[in-house]
């Protein structure tokens, strides 16, 4: 998902995506498409909106990039984002906001873990900027950026992987939310659904400390920086060793 425009981030992203913000002379798109590749992704679609024409610059000749350009970016949320992305998905697929990042030790468990759904949850931080998840008798039963700081178990991190089994119903839960107009949604609306309606297993894995970042302000582009782990960094530039002697 890297439609956003990034504007509470200023001057870093300069008219460019925010996905585009630089960490360690890296743009945040480019780790989260360096995991993907390291895991054999042979399919990244990448949703775009603000500023498209980047997109189409830098990754249009790739041939395992599909870009896929939202025209509403700017009169939907991230839920409008994923419907125009989902016309592009029949097989299990992992969502990834293209401003967060996550360590790649914590990925690859992300990938291994049993579940119709896995969402990654960090436990041990919530604020009320924050996508909570609240859990009764140990299920995942609630996911909101409205659930009070008191009730939520913990944040998720905007990384998930999803089933070919949940997919057909995450595509008509979306399609349901939009036809009802509710185009401010984010994509854990369709999470929701999934768990109100009960029929597929949502399994949740602790971050239990392992680095992951979203990016939304300056603290968080500073934080993110002070913390990003060796490996992560390492991958990303090992990946375009091997685009340059390609």
């Known amino acids: 998902m890297a439609a956003g425009k990034g504007s509470r981030l200023g001057e ?29 992704i042979k399919k990244i679609v ?4 603000f500023s498209y024409q980047d997109f189409d610059e830098e990754y249009r000749m790739m041939p395992d990039i599909e870009l896929v350009f939202n025209p509403f970016y ?14 592009h ?27 119709d759904i896995v969402l990654p949850v960090d436990f041990d931080t919530y604020n009320e900027e924050a996508m909570g998840v609240r859990i009764e008798d140990g299920k995942a039963v609630e996911i909101s950026k409205e659930i009070p700081i008191g009730k939520a178990a913990g944040e998720f991190i905007g990384f998930a992987r999803v089933s070919a089994m949940a997919l057909s119903e995450i595509k008509e839960i979306t399609t349901n939310l939009l036809k009802q107009k509710r185009f401010a949604e984010y994509f854990e609306a369709a999470i929701q659904g999934v768990m109100d309606v009960g029929a597929h297993s949502i399994t949740i894995l602790p ?8 990016i939304d302000f300056m ?23 091997v685009q340059r002697s390609d």
Not at 77 to 82: A, T, Y
Not at 91 to 113: N, Q, V
Not at 227 to 235: F, W
């Open 207 to 214: 971050t239990k400390g392992r680095f992951w970042a979203e």
């Open 46 to 49: 990448i949703v775009t909106g």
């Open 89 to 115: 998905l029949s097989e299990d697929f992992l969502f990834i906001h293209a401003d967060s990042l996550c360590d790649p030790d914590l990925f690859e468990e992300m990938l291994r873990t049993q579940g």
């Open 12 to 40: 870093i992203t300069r008219g460019k995506p925010k996905s585009f913000a630089q960490i360690k002379g890296n743009r945040l798109i480019d780790y989260n498409i360096s995991l993907l590749r390291q895991h054999g």
């Open 74 to 87: 700017d009169q939907v949320n991230v839920l409008g984002s994923f419907w125009v992305g989902m016309q």
């Open 219 to 241: 603290e968080d582009l500073n934080k993110a920086t002070s913390e990003i782990p060796d490996s992560l960094v390492r991958l990303v530039e090992s990946q375009k060793r």
